[in-house]
């Protein structure tokens, strides 16, 4: 599966943005997914994660009350809504899927082995 991300832009702090992933060559059937963002000079981080059952999802306490991940499976279509956004939430986003992992990697980059290639979201304060 090839995933391609958008939906990144300029935003000023309390606002909103939706980040979509698209999927091609294959379905999402079977894969979890997950947003991953990473800050100029700073490491790739984990940010929120949903299973292909549609479970309950997970999050980075950093994000949690405020970012909401959902996925259309029917669309093969990842989204992020981001809401209250402050400049620290400014990164380059990045989905990312994984038929074969576990649940308690969930939160490690290492873990995925497809990856979209990134949006940027800048948030002015």
């Known amino acids: 599966v090839q995933l391609q991300a958008s939906g990144g832009g300029s935003v000023q702090a309390g606002g909103s943005l939706r980040l979509s992933c698209a999927a091609s060559?294959?379905?999402?059937?079977?894969?979890?997914l997950a947003w991953f963002r990473q800050a100029t000079g700073k490491e790739r981080e984990f940010v929120a994660a949903?299973?292909?059952?549609?479970?309950?999802?997970f999050y980075a306490d950093s994000v949690k009350g405020r970012f909401t991940i959902s996925r259309d499976n029917a669309r093969s279509t990842l989204y992020l809504q981001m809401s209250s956004l402050q400049p620290e939430d400014t990164a380059v986003y990045y989905c990312?899927?994984?038929?074969?992992?576990?649940?308690?990697?969930?939160?490690?980059?290492?873990?995925?082995?497809?990856w979209g290639q990134g949006t940027l979201v800048t948030v002015s304060s």
């Open positions: 990312a899927a994984s038929r074969t992992i576990i649940l308690s990697n969930l939160r490690v980059p290492s873990a995925y082995n497809t």
């Open positions: 060559g294959r379905t999402f059937s079977g894969y979890t």
């Open positions: 949903i299973k292909w059952a549609n479970s309950n999802p």
